[in-house]
């Protein structure tokens, strides 16, 4: 068969892209060849609707035992009585949850997107937000989570479903206070760690199993896995799990992507060793110098400082806005994401802030000194965005930088 050359090219140009660009967006990784090499192999081929030993077609012999060897791994992670490996994606976990224990009209409290929400916890522009009667409470003057608000309106609203877990609030969430507040109404407590499942497998984060009902999260942003989904529970409750079976086959999903569990496996193996708990922990403390960075040349952090992965940058101040930010930056060869401040008065395609993330900077061997070095060249680059001359000097910079670490 003939190689086909025009979608092969453009993998190339795109493997030179990540190579020779800084990558600080938060919801972005690097895998490991072992992941790369199963996510390619002809677990593709198998179709395997249903569940271990449950299947609707045949052949499943060893389809059964990579699932179970994922969710088995998944569960001593993470401390779970129950996992389902199964959802192709966090928007997906998190639509089969709502499907599970939900039923159309019924009100769920989550954080407001322009406050660090994410769109399928009840946006309007998404199908959660059409389908479900969203309340939405905010971040405080300071900046922190607003957990009298959220009480408030849970007493007033009284919700079937509270959302904590959020895409970019960098400080500790008090899983034990959402707890209490949603056994106040009786309502569920729904956690997505997507962003933060890495620095929770670490043992670097509160685990929200410990409190909350139902705990989603995607596998490929801080714990470094495939693009996919992952649902988790550790209140012992078989009728809660056999709903949520069923949400996702056959409620939300057909087959599961064989391929991409199999990764996982591998992802929930790597995750388990020491080596991950010490790039953790390099993720956070490079988050943590580059905010120093930033804040010393007077750029605004949302909520002051991290505490995980990631942070926000509030460009009010510099008269510049996320998407200009986000252009002038990638002209560099630095990629960020513009993203949505607190009460944000600019549109999404615009905003007014950008997010960061380590993520990706730390799996390439990037430790303090050159994170403290990228973020000045940031600085330099956002206080000088007409000067052509500075971009093109930082940009061979950081060209040096990539090829000094290689993905």
Partial sequence: M???????KLINLEKKRQQNTINLIASENYVSKNILKAQGSILTNKYAEGYYKKRYYAGCKYIDKIEYIAIKRAKKL?????VNVQPHSGSQANLAVYN????PGDTILSMKLTHGGHITHGSKVNISGKIYNSIFYELNKKENINYKQIKSLAIKYKPKLIIAGYSSFSKICNWKKFRKISNIINSYLLVDMSHIAGLIAAKLYPNPLKYAHIVTSTTHKTLAGPRGGLILSNIKNKSLYNKINK?????????????IIACKAICFKEALSKKFIKYQKQIIKNAKCMVKIFNKNKFKIVSKKTQTHLFLINLKNKNISGYTAEKILNKANITVNKNYIPDDKKNSLKTSGIRIGTSAITKRGIKEKNSIYIAKLICKLLNNIENKKIIKNIKK???YICKKFPI
Wanted: hydrophobic share 40%; charged share 25%.
């Fill in 2 to 8: 003939k190689l086909d050359k025009k979608i092969f």
């Fill in 78 to 82: 993470f401390n779970a009585d129950y």
């Fill in 100 to 103: 599970a224990i939900l039923k």
């Fill in 247 to 259: 949400s996702i086959f056959p409620g939300t999903q057909g087959g599961p992507l064989m391929h």
């Fill in 397 to 399: 910079k950081i060209k």
